[in-house]
């Protein structure tokens, strides 16, 4: 890792639980010594992206970040485009919807928030933080990245142990890559209490001009009310969804998953018709 990757890849220990971090922690979360991370941080603050706290002494994101956040938005709107989606899936499916977008960073890669919705009526709720890096191994966002993105998040993960978040997490790569092969062909991810206990996730891929996910859209759900009819709906919900955010980015949804996709709801609607 080059010099400038090093100093940017402090920007990814930022998070909702530790919004100010000190020059000592952030030499015990790296493994540099201080002199070295202190010439980073340095870097970081003249440029703008840190500022220091001048009672705690402490760095947090500085103005730079959300310039340039709304810079990219404003020539790339993919929040607007993906919000109104997520939304109307929201109130649709009455729970928890987010997009997210593949990120790669120093620690490794994992799926980073693009917007959420928890537009639910009550009962039991999904928390969920726009903060956190969610895991590609552990989360149907995730696996669906792996299955329909780039091909080196997959190698990637290859060469890493996998972390354990919950007594159902996967851990094996082999297991992971069966999980990957399924998602590939079915056209869409599911798991089960693997990020989260109690919670069940589906998700499905959006694309851009090219025939690899930019991201993908999620349904978050209590495992109490997952059952196979509700999966299969949210399924189709994800799977319209997925395919107009995919055209107003200027994309669509490659042949081969068009065809996974078409060949299930036909599939389907033999069989209500039969029944």
């Given at each position: 890792m080059g010099k400038i990757s090093k100093a940017l890849n402090l920007l990814n220990y930022f998070s909702e639980l530790m919004p100010e971090i000190g020059l000592a922690e952030f030499s015990?979360?790296?493994?540099?010594?201080?002199?070295?991370?202190?010439?980073?941080?340095?870097?970081?603050?003249?440029?703008?992206?840190l500022d220091q706290n001048p009672?705690?002494?402490?760095?947090?994101?500085?103005?730079?970040?959300?310039?340039?956040?709304?810079?990219?938005?404003?020539?790339?709107?993919?929040?607007r485009i993906v919000s109104q989606w997520v939304d109307e899936l929201s109130l649709q499916s009455d729970e928890l919807v987010?997009?997210?977008?593949?990120?790669?960073?120093?620690?490794?890669?994992?799926?980073s928030s693009l917007?959420?919705?928890?537009?639910?009526?009550?009962?039991?709720?999904v928390y969920f933080s726009e903060a956190d890096i969610l895991p590609l191994h552990a989360t149907a966002s995730g696996v669906c990245a792996l299955a329909f993105g780039p091909?080196?998040?997959?190698?990637?993960?290859?060469?890493?142990?996998?972390?354990?978040?919950?007594q159902h997490t996967v851990t094996d790569h082999n297991e992971l890559n069966a999980m990957v092969e399924k998602t590939r062909r079915q056209g869409y991810s599911f798991t089960n209490q693997t990020y989260e206990a109690e919670?069940?996730?589906?998700?499905?891929?959006?694309?851009?001009?090219r025939a690899i996910a930019y991201g993908t859209i999620t349904?978050?759900?209590p495992a109490s009310r997952m059952n196979d009819d509700s999966k299969m709906r949210f399924v189709n919900l994800l799977w319209n969804a997925a395919t107009a955010i995919?055209?107003?980015?200027?994309?669509?949804?490659?042949e081969d998953l068009k065809q996974v996709w078409n060949e299930a709801a036909h599939g389907r609607g033999q069989m209500e018709r039969q029944s």
């Open positions: 015990r979360l790296t493994g540099q010594d201080k002199a070295t991370v202190h010439r980073h941080l340095a870097e970081l603050e003249e440029n703008g992206f009672y705690t002494r402490k760095y947090r994101l500085g103005a730079a970040v959300l310039r340039l956040s709304a810079v990219r938005e404003r020539t790339f709107p993919a929040r987010h997009a997210s977008l593949i990120q790669g960073h120093g620690q490794g890669y994992g799926m917007y959420f919705r928890d537009t639910g009526s009550g009962g039991t709720r091909p080196t998040l997959l190698q990637h993960t290859a060469s890493k142990a996998l972390g354990r978040f919950t919670i069940c996730s589906i998700a499905a891929p959006f694309f851009e001009d349904i978050a759900v995919s055209a107003e980015l200027g994309g669509a949804i490659p």
